[in-house]
């Protein structure tokens, strides 16, 4: 019994010394990471694309061009929330803006064209269905602006040592 008691006593600071060992190799190897940088992925910003994918899915399908404003105009809200998000996160890149500023630019000619057509009374007015295929188009393209942003790796992969 006692030499049970005795191999019990010393494999214990053993066994304690090879746990702090562990623990010890771990956090070198891990290193220091800066736990306050957001989360790779950006769940946020991902939800948000996935809306306006989805909005943009459903969006004008099989509708008159002159019947897609409330559909376009919902799209933009998400935009704008997504613009917000890249903002919060500084993820603003050449690319991205470039897209933004396509969005701007077609809604605006959209809405001008939108305006014709109802003074011709014409909800099939062609330079409207033109306007509406080029701000779904540059949509389309701001997609893929946002998913290449919100999954780019973040500047030193968030790894910098605190």
């Known amino acids: 019994m006692a030499a049970c008691s005795t191999a019990r006593a010393s ?12 623990a010890l190799l771990l956090a070198l190897a891990t290193g220091c990471r800066n736990d306050a940088a957001p989360a790779w992925g950006y769940p946020d910003l991902g939800a948000t694309v996935r809306s306006l994918s989805r909005a943009l899915g459903e969006g004008c399908a099989g509708k008159a061009p002159a019947n897609c404003s409330d559909d376009l105009d919902r799209l933009d809200a998400l935009a704008e929330r997504a613009f ?4 919060d996160h500084r993820l603003l890149d050449d690319a991205y803006v470039a897209a933004w500023n396509e969005v701007r630019r077609t809604r605006q000619l959209r809405l001008a064209a939108a305006a014709q057509a109802r003074s011709r009374r014409d909800p099939h007015h062609p330079p409207l269905a033109r306007a509406v295929a080029a701000e779904e188009l540059a ?3 701001l997609l893929a602006a946002l998913e290449r942003v919100r999954t780019a790796p973040p500047a030193g ?3 910098d040592p605190v």
Do not use: I, M
């Open 84 to 87: 917000s998000e890249v903002l």
């Open 139 to 141: 949509y389309r393209h």
């Open 11 to 22: 494999a214990g600071p053993g066994r304690v010394r090879t746990v702090a060992c562990a």
């Open 157 to 159: 992969d968030g790894t």
